[in-house]
């Protein structure tokens, strides 16, 4: 599966290096937050990646709720189970949680369907900034800082009405963000079309942390530095 170069198996563990997380978010997700640079002090895997690794792995189920728990560095050794309470977690060898999954209904491990939903989710996730997520912070007056921008998921619901969904996409139905002190809490509802025709919903829960007034002027410095980095990473 196209997944194999963005990690690797050492031990029966799971590995993803800096480079291959990095790559991932570039490549698959056109997501060139500075957080994901390899050589980034503050490096970590995009979130989207253990998604992708746990649906290609475990399946995927008509219903299915993630819930990030912790930011995953460069080369940690991985394991991914399902426990006794039907939870799957991905744990590293002192026991942490980095993701863990509910999942219910009808499921499949059809490797081309579980691909194309894993392409058009994670496209989509690679919009979020600034597509979505700038004009959001700017009705609310508010953005994150712009030396440390940190956007993180809390969770994601994946809620089909089929698991047969050709040429899928994601289609933006509502976004909001709420200030709450230095953090806003961000809901990206979306629905999932499959050749015109609804095949479910999906649901993302983003925090933004470090939160100020929102500057315009520095704001578009920000986006022109994101432009920047994408032009660079494909020359």
């Given at each position: 599966?196209?997944?194999?170069?963005?990690?690797?198996?050492q031990d029966?563990?799971?590995?993803?290096?800096a480079r291959q997380g990095s790559l991932f978010a570039k490549e698959v997700a056109g997501d060139f937050n500075p957080i994901h640079n390899p050589d980034e002090r503050r490096f970590c895997v995009p979130g989207d990646l253990l998604f992708a690794l746990l649906v290609a792995h475990f399946g995927l189920s008509r219903k299915m709720t993630f819930h990030f728990?912790?930011?995953?560095g460069d080369s940690v050794p991985l394991t991914f189970r399902e426990d006794d309470d039907g939870m799957?977690?991905?744990?590293?060898?002192?026991?942490?949680?980095?993701?863990?999954?509910e999942r219910e209904g009808e499921s499949?491990?059809?490797?081309s369907i579980i691909e194309h939903l894993i392409r058009s989710y994670v496209a989509e996730s690679g919009k979020n900034f600034p597509h979505t997520l700038k004009p959001l912070m700017e009705s609310q007056g508010v953005m994150f800082n712009p030396d440390r921008p940190m956007i993180m998921y809390q969770s994601m619901n994946l809620s089909l009405t089929t698991l047969d969904a050709p040429e899928p996409e994601l289609e933006l139905g509502q976004a909001t963000l709420v200030p709450d002190g230095k953090r806003g809490n961000v809901t990206l509802d979306y629905r999932l079309m499959?050749?015109?025709?609804?095949?479910?919903?999906?649901?993302?829960?983003?925090?933004?942390?470090?939160?100020?007034?929102?500057?315009?002027?520095t704001m578009d410095a920000?986006?022109?530095q994101f432009y920047r980095l994408k032009e660079k990473a494909w020359d």
């Open positions: 599966m196209f997944l194999e170069r963005y990690h690797s198996i029966n563990k799971v590995l993803i290096s728990r912790s930011l995953l799957i977690r991905v744990y590293d060898d002192r026991d942490k949680v980095y993701i863990e999954v499949t491990r059809d490797q499959s050749r015109g025709k609804e095949a479910g919903l999906v649901s993302k829960k983003l925090v933004v942390s470090g939160l100020r007034d929102y500057d315009p002027n920000v986006v022109e």
